[in-house]
């Protein structure tokens, strides 16, 4: 009994990963889309690209990478 339950719940947990994957997929589509749509954001693009040339980096990671650094550093003057 304990075992059938176990692959019913592992089974519906998978099934939510799968819609979350897709969800992500296409979150990160419409994110590519509008960024790469926009002159305005050509900087910004740049400094994505640096960033996903670090392994494990995708996009979505390094949006919020760029939002955090932000806060940080003055972008515009390249100043800490």
Do not use: C, F, P
Not at 56 to 73: G, R, T
């Amino acid at each position: 009994m304990h075992s059938e339950e176990g692959r019913l719940i592992k089974a519906r947990i998978k099934k939510h990963i799968e819609i979350l994957e897709e969800e992500e997929e296409k979150l990160t589509k419409e994110i590519e889309e509008r960024v790469g749509i926009e002159t305005k954001y050509e900087d910004l693009r740049e400094r994505v690209a640096i960033l996903q040339g670090v392994s494990m980096v995708n996009l979505v990671m390094a949006l919020n990478l760029m939002l955090e650094l932000e806060k940080s550093i003055d972008w515009r003057v390249g100043t800490i």
